[in-house]
């Protein structure tokens, strides 16, 4: 927040400068201890760090999903759940833990560098080229394969037939839901071995929010691990095998989505009551 | 006949010249609206590296030429252009090190940019001057004409005549191929679409796997080219001259600006309004209506809409207007 | 004490529009500069040391800046410049004027700047633009030419000239079609040209500078078959117009400030030698204005300007021997031993009324690729 | 005013000191007037940018309708060329405005063929226009068109020139503004540009009304001429009693009184928009600078908001413009580049601080002294480089014939630098 | 209160808004849902005065406001806040709140000069009314945060805040719950109910949560395509088969299979 060059006090002007599509993402660093408490497919394991020079975010939060499972995280504004999904991604400085994937430390690498190892990832907002077809948006996708992956884009037709019919359309005049669908298909395109879905149904309405669970349970079906946030917290941890509450950067409950949403204060407090 | 001596002249005077400086232009505004929909900013320093390049290809030229290489009765200086591409593009990516990458892994906001490119081009302004001096350099050689004025009067028996150069055809023709070859590979190649990703959202091009650095590094490289093309075309069909070279900023971001910045389509319409508008406003109509209109009719004076004074006034009119009507230039400028 | 050299400035713009004059120019008054200090006969043996300024030629406030350090930091005795009028009236008025240092200008030649307030300070060994029109409009009568086109560079000098011209021009019965501006270091000129063609006219007078737009004018105006023919007044005769040219405008017409005494030739010679473009327009006479501040110094005894100020005109007119380029040696002496001269210099100067060349012009044709000389006015 | 902020003034005054102890107070006081004048274009930016976010890359436009204020002011009128043509001119100018009007209104009354109805307008306007203008031109134009031919002025003190090259500028941000703010503040940078190349055009070309490129010389002062003072006995007596030289003095003595009024000016100024900037008023610029659609919604007009910034930057442009046309003394539209007028204030905005006035205001004082100074710098860095090669080499020869060219490349490594390690100013907004 | 009769608003060919009528109750809390892009955003854009419809008509009170300002019509006491939070956000969440009455003399330039007393009156009494609404947002602590710096949520309750500062009649809200945790938004909820019942605000808000459209509506109405589908207190809607096919669907399909899915 306090980095002078990303400061530029509300001066915007596009005539001389093209702010769209600017990034904000940053690879991280990872010094200090690395614990090695559980194993799972995917982990990020006792996590402690933060932004920048910034103080911590999360402190000794651990977030582990395995194949074939679908992992909810939950938990209050600001709590540090998206921070969670990032520094799994390695675009957070990790003072501690450990980030392994099907059992490689994976710590050190840069977001890119996981990408190549197979995670996808769906942000929670600017989630497609809003500028590029819908076919294209997927060709991106699979930027890293270099096999052909025509075959990959039919299957993914096949999961989102709506997207078949608008292939040729820009990703940019295409309704929220649909965009949506476009970028949990972009991630597909990658033939990811684990899937983070960071808030995949804020706004959307709810006969589109219950197409994607759907299409989220399908995909979990066939092997991949998804690790999702969402603050739809009682539909999500319906269909989650298992649950994450975070507080302030910690673990506060941990269980599967049944135990959670059967615990009482974990309702009050967090899913509305 | 009368009639056809009025289109050969306005042919020859407005609509010939138009071509080739609209396609100068044209040039040299895809390179700085390529730089503002990829990189994200008005690159001030475009003039001077248009210069820089035009300098290395000139020095490559007379190196060929004392070793004897020409080209025919096309310029060497066609033969060289590899040559001057390279060094601009190593300049660039040297550039961009020391200066750009600084700010871009710091996340700088644009602004910051547009000031540091104001600082590459004061750099730039003094190396060029330093190698090649401020005087003005020819360095056409090979057949200067297509056809002259002269050839073609008496070949068509016309009063008027049309002349048609070399570099003229060639501009165009350049011009043409170039953007062919741009649009091509924006659209169709992985590398060009993997750019217009970047171009419009470097975070989840990150995230596709697509390494902004080498999207960066062919962004330049491309710059690079067209700009030292733009330049030499520019100097084969004039002259060099770095100061010349400085002053070509403001017709070329007028350009970009008519057609849409960030758009390509739009940095070449832009180029050809700018071009026309500024020929055609100017342009007295006085010999067009003396062959026109009966004698009887003829007028005495230019009928000059506006003096030459204003021609560059002109343009920034049309531009205003364009606006005005059109608020994102005329091809919706945007990204890439 | 005689001893500690003597410092003059050489403020040109050798950045902005006429960076490419201003190197040849600044050599012409450094080459006179040298040559005196060589000959070790000014004010019984000092030497002269150049301090060049930049004046920019558009950035008055810069230029005064420069100047204020060459006169009040440096201490230099004279200033050889300002090249573009704008700034040197600015430099005039705020510092050569309140400090009392002369300047000499080798290439203003606004005619505004005749009346200027100066206190006997302020020179130029380029003649006003309202001669030079008058001289052209005999040239061009003289051939039997009716109407032509006028072409001028934006600025003081290309109007004020164009206006001359057209108006001695017109008292002659002579007709000009159109007067049309162009801006120098602009990218493009088939407007201007369009528009001179389409006025038409015998031939193109280009009142502008030969490495500017004035040879942008002619490249395109010869390229569209517009004009074949042209007329170039003082701001384009040089060697460039013929390399870049050659044969292409035979039979044109030009003329700029020069006599019959051999001091041009002599002057080109003597440039040549140090690598100096010694046809560059404007380079000879910033040499004549160099040699006239130093011989003014030795005629006065003094490099005090508030002293020497008024022998500029004496060194510079008759009586006295005539002094040519390379001969600053022999006038300093000459001087020394309290005779007279009349410096001829290579620009054939001749100052008159408030401190200008007379203008003396040589009138000269282009044949076969070459520049002629055809006679003097 | 922190600590930085003091640490750093006391540096550029250094600056400033070091020059008079090196070079000569003369220079000095040269550099700093400028300086002041520069400071105040400088903060008339910063209104625009640092509070507002307006782009406004037109700066030499209003900086050179400030100039012409000066002399349609203070130069004495021409009753010869006025009686000429000066009732056509009038006449032909106000059939200008009532075109314009006229389409304006015409084009508001929408309908079906408004737009040919606006150009038929304006078609037949512009002929009439040109037809009753131009024989006044002329008329005006011709009389002793080498020393004048033109209007002349008002004949009034050249102080009252200031605010009114401040109102020339103001005027020309209202139709500015009025036409393009509307849209949307983006193409205000391209307005403005384009605004800003077509006043010189016209400053150079309309020589009926300030000479055009022929110039207008010898503008009357506010202070005395240093000739009359060195020729005053009571200055001479006063002078030479404390010492010092009346040549000197009496140059030392003009400047400092430009100092003086410019100083008193900008002071003034930056007490206004201090004033204003920790104000409820201030607060509402900075929240429209945030964010513009929230503050429309919270009842803030930006529209009319960004108007008023952009004409009140504009007039503090113009009358900066008017001042330092005052100080060189004269008007020569060819010098207005937008390299030196609208380039170099941004830089001065940015290296300074946008947001904050007390950082425009010492970067108009740093880079303005680093202008003028890179070239002896330059020339200093180039003779360090070729003081080890041999004498009558064609590189070091090369060299030093290039040296002027180091002045721009000094500029931009120093612009560079201070970006790279100040890249919010060096005074950045708290 | 409003009333929109015949709406349209076009983008290019594509109708956002189709002909929509609709009247909003003095003192209601009207809800309004609707699938993605049904123009529920774009209608609250035209009615406060963002965009220009391409024809209809919009009165307040029986006074035509079509094509008003929004600066315009937030002086006439019709508010609003944004489906993506527009915080000022290098501002102190105290300033945002600050910023909001209009007509303060410190905003006009000759005041800041030459008024300054006033000014410091008129300050002391706003400063005092936005810790007031700090307070009864339960985020007091949040006065000298920057607005950048606060959680998304808090941000939205900041959105609320606004509206308190002065005596609005009507306040559209746009998805204020929209990726907010649900127990906040509980507390939103009742912050509105609490405006509603003491200060007489008139509400619309957007809400993809039925939950929440349920605890704080009486009225709901749904969009769909440009225009009005369906009308009508929640149970109603909820009942209403084409709501239901457009817009709430009938849950999950795979929920089943997934429950005898091994985990
Ligand atoms: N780029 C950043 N730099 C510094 N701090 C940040 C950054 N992004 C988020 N934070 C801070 O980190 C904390 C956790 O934010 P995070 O985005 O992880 O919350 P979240 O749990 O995803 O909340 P929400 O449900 O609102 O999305 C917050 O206090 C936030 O202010
Ligand atoms: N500026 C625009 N240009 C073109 N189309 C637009 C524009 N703004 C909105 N639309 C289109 O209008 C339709 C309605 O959009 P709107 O934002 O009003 O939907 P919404 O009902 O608010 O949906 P959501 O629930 O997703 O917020 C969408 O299809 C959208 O794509
Ligand atoms: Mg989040
Ligand atoms: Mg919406």
Redesign the interface.
Known sequence: MSDPYQDNRGNKDASITNPHGRGTMSAGTASGERSRTQDAYLIGDSMTGGYGQGPDILHDCTIAVNKGEIAVIVGPNGAGKSTGMKAVFGMLNLRKGAVRLDGEDITALSPQDRVVKGMGFVPQTSNIFTSMTVEENLEMGAFIRRDDFRKTIEQVYELFPILGDKRRQAAGELSGGQRQQVAVGRALMTQPKVLMLDEPTAGVSPIVMDELFDRIIEVSRTGIPILMVEQNARQALEIADKGYVLVQGRNAHTGTGKELLADDEVRRSFLGG | MDFLNALVALANFVIVPALAYGSQLALGALGVTLIYGILRFSNFAHGDTMAFGTMATILATWAMQSAGISFGVLPTALLALPIGIAATGLLLLGTDRLVYKFYRVKKAKPVIFVIASLGVMFVMNGIVRFIIGVDDQQFADGERFLITARDFRTMTGLEEGLAIKTTQVITVAVAIIVVAILFWFLNKTRTGKSMRAYSDNEDLALLSGINPERVVMYTWLIVGGLATIAGVLYGLDKSFKPFTYFQLLLPIFAAAIVGGLGSPVGAIAGGFVIAFAEVTITYPLKKLLGYLLPDSLAPDGLVQLLSTDYKFAVSFVILIIVLLFRPTGLFKGKSV | DGHSPVKLGVVLGFTGPLESLAPAMAGGAELAMSEVTDSGLLLGGVTVEPVRGDSTCIDAAAATSATERLITGDGVAGIVGADCSGVTGAMLQNVALPNGVVMISPSATSPGLSTAEDNGLFFRTAPSDARQGVIIADILKEQGIESVALTYTNNDYGKGLADAFQAAFEEAGGTVTISAAHEDGKADYSAEVGALAAAGGERLVVAGYVDQGGSGIVRAALDSGAFDTFHFPDGMISQALVDNFGDEIDGSSGANPGTDSPGAQLYQEMAAAVDIDGTSPFSAEAYDAAALIMLAMQASGSADPSVYKDKVMDVANAPGEQILPGELAKALQILADGGEIDYVGASAVELIGPGESAGNYREVGFEGGELKVIGYR | MNMRAILLFTGVALLFVGTGIIQSWNVSLTILNMALISAIMALGVNMQWGYAGLFNVGIMGFVALGGLGAVLVSMPPNTEALAAGGLRIVAGLSLGAATVIGAILVFRKAGKWRGWAVAAVLFVGFFAYRAVMDPGVIAVEAVNPASSGNIGGLGLPVILAWPVGGLLAAGAAWIIGKTALGLRSDYLAIATLGIAEIVIAMLKNEDWLARGVKNVIGLPRPVPYEIDLQNSQSFIETVTEFGFDPVTASTITVKLAYAGIFAVVLIGLLWLAQAALASPWGRMMRAIRDNEVSAEAMGKDVTARHLQIFILGSAICGLAGAMMTTLDGQLTPGTYQPLRFTFLIWVMVIVGGSGNNFGSVLGGFLIWWLWVQVEPLGALLMEGITAGMADGTWLKGHLLDSVAHMRLLTMGLILLLVLRFSPRGLLPEK | MIEVQDLHRHFGGFRAVDGASLRIEPGSITGL?????AGKTTLFNVI?G?LKPTSGRVTMAGEDITGL???VL??KGL??T??IA??????TCR??L???P?G?S????W???FG?KR?AN??RALRAKADEVLEFLTVSHLAEQ?A???????KKLLELG?TMM?DAKIVFLD?VG?????????TIGDAIIRLNQERNYTFVVIE????FIGKISDHVICMAEGKVLAEGSLAEIKANEQVIE??????????D??EG?P?
């Open positions: 849902i609707g699938p993605n892009g406060a963002v300002s929004p600066h937030f002086h508010l609003r944004f489906q527009h915080e000022f956000s290098s501002m300033e945002n600050m910023m909001v209009g303060q410190g905003e006009t330039l005041n800041t000069w300054r000014i008129e300050e920057r950048g710096q606060i959680s998304g949520g808090q606004r002065v998805e929209a990726g907010v945790n649900r127990t906040l938004l509980n993809h949560d039925m939950d457009a817009y709430l669907g009938t849950g999950l399909k795979n929920k299979q997934l899915a985990t």
